[in-house]
């Protein structure tokens, strides 16, 4: 895989990167010459992994945070801000997913899929661009454009938030307030040169994604790899996609390259959605 340093000197944090997809674009990252904050609810993942980013790129920084605690995800922009002196980067990428029906889902499983996906995407970003703001000198602000600024900002969506899905409504709607979000928060930060984007990942394969298949079927009583390979069959490339490929993706978005993207949300599914 080619990296071309896109990301030398910048600060990434991103949420969730102990594992699955948020540990595929730390590592990417670490390798296009970014320093990553592992900021991660896991206490088994979140050393290690910075461990190994510090290994492969920059010195990364573990840091143990729940992203549904608005408190902590302050702390966290402040004490990155201070070990760093910046921060150029946001992914939010933690991300919780528990199916049940329309009929079956209870009040605490609403709270526990938007207070992650929702409220502590929506917290964090506030947090992490306010230092970002913050850092902007204040004639360049007077400006009313900071051209010379740079800030990005991904979200994890899904394909699950660009249409309904059976068994998944909360976090088919949490995933679809991401889009909204992003377009929302792109035009209120594009004065400072903030890119605010997201992606839409369908079947890549996770521990999220397995907790989920197994789920499944053992509901439906079917036998193991069944859910993966219904799934995949409706993907026109017929195959999942790759943290590798998901990142690829997540590196190009937060790099110069894609300065004069804002406000978009990128499919990353195979061709299963158009729009
Ligand atoms: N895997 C897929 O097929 C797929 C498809 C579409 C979208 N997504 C989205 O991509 C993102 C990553 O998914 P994944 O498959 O890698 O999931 P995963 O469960 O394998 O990893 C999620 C990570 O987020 C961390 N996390 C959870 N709650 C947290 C919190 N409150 N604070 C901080 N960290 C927290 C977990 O500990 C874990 O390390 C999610 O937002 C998910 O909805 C995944």
Known sequence: ??????????????TGAGR?????????????????????????????????????????????????????????????????????????????????????????Q???????????????????VRQMIACIPEAVKQAGRADRCYGKVLNLSSIAGRRGRADAVHYSVSKAAVITFTQSAAIELARYNINVNAICPSVVPTPMWEQLARQVEEREGWPSGEFFQRRVERIPLKRAGT???????????????????????YNIDGGSEMN
């Open 1 to 14: 895989m080619a990296t071309l340093g896109r990301l030398k000197g910048k600060v990434a944090i991103i």
């Open 20 to 108: 699955g997809i948020g540990y595929g674009i730390g590592r990417r990252f670490a390798e296009e010459g970014a320093h990553v904050v592992v900021a991660e609810i896991d206490r088994e993942t979140v050393y290690k992994a910075a461990e190994d980013f510090s290994r492969i790129g920059p010195e990364a920084l573990a840091y143990p945070v729940d992203v549904g605690e608005v408190e902590q995800t302050r702390q966290m922009a402040a004490d990155v801000m201070q070990r760093f002196g910046r921060i150029d980067i946001l992914v939010n990428n933690a991300g919780l997913s528990e199916k049940a029906t329309l009929l079956e889902i209870t009040p605490e």
């Open 110 to 128: 609403w709270d526990r899929t938007l207070r992650v996906n929702l409220r502590g995407l929506l917290f964090c970003t506030q947090a992490v």
């Open 243 to 265: 943290v590798e490929e998901v990142a690829t993706i997540a590196a190009f978005l937060c790099s110069s390259d894609a300065d004069y993207i804002t406000a978009q949300t």
